[in-house]
């Protein structure tokens, strides 16, 4: 258990309104991701963090904005939701104790219907 | 471009049987890992690969990285219905990226 929480676990809002989903992790873990699951595509990277303030784009990051303001926490914000961001956002962490070679651990997601 | 090609992408097999699962690519990985995800849940590691025709076997689960790092298998002997999931492969391109690239996936049902 890499003590990885999101919240909400399920949300239904309406197109054009702004959304934020949380990743919230109890170890300080410097690395953590933002990746959506859809059929047909598996899983993409939106965004990732490296640090306190310190993120980058991944694969599909257009209509999405994230924030780390505290090491535990990491916040993907959709600005303005679309029916294309309907998806599972699972979010993930990377261990930075002991030897790593970039495995990930991964939240139990949160499913977005976006109507 | 998807650098990472799995196959089969849908497998349904009965109890006992033996099944094998690809992960290719034209790309050189650092390390290779292998999930498996059941619905509802995030995906779950069950094994990195690091090193050229390196085999890893946890329990009835064989993993192979291929001698150029840019391919693996994973095979099920006598597959059991708790083996039922989405087996997910995800390669770290560099020592420097903590970026992972991931398949799409083979769905694995295993009938009792």
Known sequence: DAGITQSPRHKVTETGTPVTLRCHQTENHRYMYWYRQDPGHGLRLIHYSYGVKDTDKGEVSDGYSVSRSKTEDFLLTLESATSSQTSVYFCAITPTSGVSYNEQFFGPGTRLTVL | ?112
């Open chain 2, 1 to 112: 471009t998807q650098l990472l090609e799995q196959s089969p992408q849908f497998l349904s097999i009965q109890e006992g049987e033996n099944l094998t699962v690809y992960c290719n690519s034209s790309s050189v990985f650092s390390s290779l890992q292998w999930y498996r995800q059941e619905p509802g849940e995030g995906p779950v590691l069950l094994v990195t690969v690091v090193t050229g025709g390196e085999v890893k076997k946890l329990k009835r689960l064989t993993f192979q990285f291929g001698d150029a790092r840019k391919d693996s298998s994973l095979h099920i002997t006598a597959a059991q219905p708790g083996d039922t999931g989405l087996y997910l492969c995800a390669g770290a391109r560099g020592a420097g990226s903590y970026q992972l690239t991931f398949g799409k996936g083979t769905k694995l049902s295993v009938i009792p």
